[in-house]
T-cell receptor
């Protein structure tokens, strides 16, 4: 298996633009997590899905952020409009069941200028 | 909700010495405690985990201990090597349905050759 796949790996955009981050979980994994990592705030859980259903989005910072999981093999995290303070590394992770290891993707480094 | 604290935030040791990182958690219902290692520019990767029915677990030079009564757990690395240099995250997770992992703020470990 290729592991969790994220695209793009790097994204540079201007303030006000829409940004879409993509994730493909490991096949057969039924949990998908979106994290944001910054020096100031560490590794924050934004939202997670179980069987494509959003379970907890309490970590989503504000209405500018939205996430979807239309099927078991694809999820998106969208920021509209983007702001410089959104600059961070965004990780997607997936897991099979409740008792197993959580695998992280390589991350997307987002820079908003 | 769960809150995980981690100390120290930075740790510098001489090669061959031991390193200890300590974490506390707030939710007594947490029963799974993974540790992740993140090398510079890379994704977090699981290195060891412990469940609440176990007090200690060892894997070669790495060991974790758990004190459920005091709600704290620790990572011990013996005979440290330069390749152990990384950021280490502790985490806690409840064992109920739709559980999520809460990460500590991380410890930056530097092993000096």
């Amino acid at each position: 298996d290729a592991g969790v796949i994220q695209s793009p790996r790097h994204e540079v955009t201007e303030m006000g633009q829409e940004v879409t981050l993509r994730c493909k979980p490991i096949s057969g994994h039924d949990y998908l997590f979106w994290y944001r990592q910054t020096m100031m705030r560490g590794l924050e859980l934004l939202i997670y899905f179980n069987n494509n259903v959003p379970i907890d989005d309490s970590g989503m910072p504000e209405d500018r952020f939205s996430a979807k999981m239309p099927n078991a093999s694809f999820s998106t995290l969208k920021i509209q409009p983007s702001e410089p303070r959104d600059s961070a590394v965004y990780f997607c992770a997936s897991r099979k069941g409740q008792g197993s290891e959580q695998y992280f993707g390589p991350g997307t480094r987002l820079t908003v200028t | 909700g769960e809150n995980v604290e981690q100390h120290p935030s930075t740790l510098s040791v001489q090669e061959g010495d031991s390193a200890v990182i300590k974490c506390t958690y707030s939710d007594s219902a947490s029963n799974y405690f993974p540790w992740y290692k993140q090398e510079l520019g890379k994704r977090p990767q699981l290195i060891i985990d412990i469940r609440s029915n176990v007090g200690e677990k060892k894997d070669q030079r790495i060991a974790v201990t758990l004190n459920k009564t005091a709600k704290h757990f620790s990572l011990h690395i013996t005979e440290t090597q330069p390749e152990d240099s990384a950021v280490y995250f502790c985490a806690a997770r409840r064992g109920t349905s739709y559980d999520k992992v809460i990460f500590g703020p991380g410890t930056s470990l530097s092993v000096i050759p």
